[in-house]
């Protein structure tokens, strides 16, 4: 792994990580970790590319590098949002786990750690690896689409935080109506992306032909 290591200030006490493929980032991504920033009084958000899930063969995450460049491309105008390689250089499967006990040694027990995701992972996640660990070292935001089935989702919650202790919230963010799977579909059909992406995650999607072969 490349030892880069973001640095978050000394003022820095609550740190967001913003896990997800970003196979592309797009503006519901980008308007879930600011509503999530504004919400839970969140210092600094670590935009977090995966690297290879252990849920996917890893043919199926296509252009690792133009994920991490076009997230760069699309976080960089906000102050409050930077992008970390950690995940898409550990080499082997990618556990969220050793990168939260990875971030917790590097930046110490003084910064409380978050970590933001789709609201299916929160279903799942006791089926990720060491998932009590997990629970305790980091608050989870369950983000949604509109119209998702909360009442699951509540369920699952409540059954985390009496079994567990867990901190797991849950946010609904309209803007999630876009999702990263309609965006390749719109241009391997040649339908337009703009003002669903950042224009210059737009461009880049299109000078380096991504989706045309999905
Ligand atoms: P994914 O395949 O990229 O996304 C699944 C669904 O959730 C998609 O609908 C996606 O929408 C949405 N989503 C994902 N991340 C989001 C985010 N940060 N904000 C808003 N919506 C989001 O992601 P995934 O495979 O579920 O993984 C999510 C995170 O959980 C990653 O950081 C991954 O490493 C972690 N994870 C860890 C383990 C483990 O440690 N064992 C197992 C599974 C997942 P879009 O397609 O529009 O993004």
């Known amino acids: 792994m490349r030892d880069f290591i973001t640095p978050i200030g000394t003022d820095c006490k609550k740190l967001a990580i913003m896990g997800g493929t970003f196979n592309p980032i797009h503006y519901g991504h980008l308007v879930t970790a600011e509503a999530v920033r504004y ?3 969140i210092n600094k958000v670590l935009f977090m590319p ?6 996917k063969p890893f043919f199926d995450i296509s252009h690792t590098e133009h994920r991490y460049l076009m997230t760069v491309l699309a976080t960089v105008t906000n102050p409050y949002f930077d992008v970390s390689r950690i995940e898409i250089d550990r080499e ?3 556990y969220t786990i050793d990168t939260i006990r990875y971030l917790k040694k590097i930046y110490g027990n003084d910064v409380e750690l978050f970590f933001i995701t789709g609201a299916d992972a929160i ?3 006791l089926n990720w690896k060491d998932p009590e660990e997990l629970l305790r070292l980091c608050t989870f935001v369950g983000v949604t689409r509109p119209e998702y089935h909360k009442k699951d989702l509540l369920m699952k919650i409540e059954e985390l935080r ?3 202790g867990s901190k797991v919230h849950f946010l609904e963010v309209p803007s999630l109506a876009i999702s990263s799977s309609d965006i390749r579909k719109r241009v391997k059909e040649n339908r337009p992306i703009k003002y669903l992406v950042p224009e210059s995650v737009e461009n880049y999607i299109l000078k380096f032909g991504l989706y045309k072969d999905i």
């Open 39 to 41: 919400q839970f009084h």
């Open 50 to 55: 995966t690297g290879h899930p252990p849920h």
């Open 92 to 94: 082997g499967i990618t």
């Open 123 to 125: 279903h799942e996640i």
């Open 162 to 164: 009496q079994q567990y």
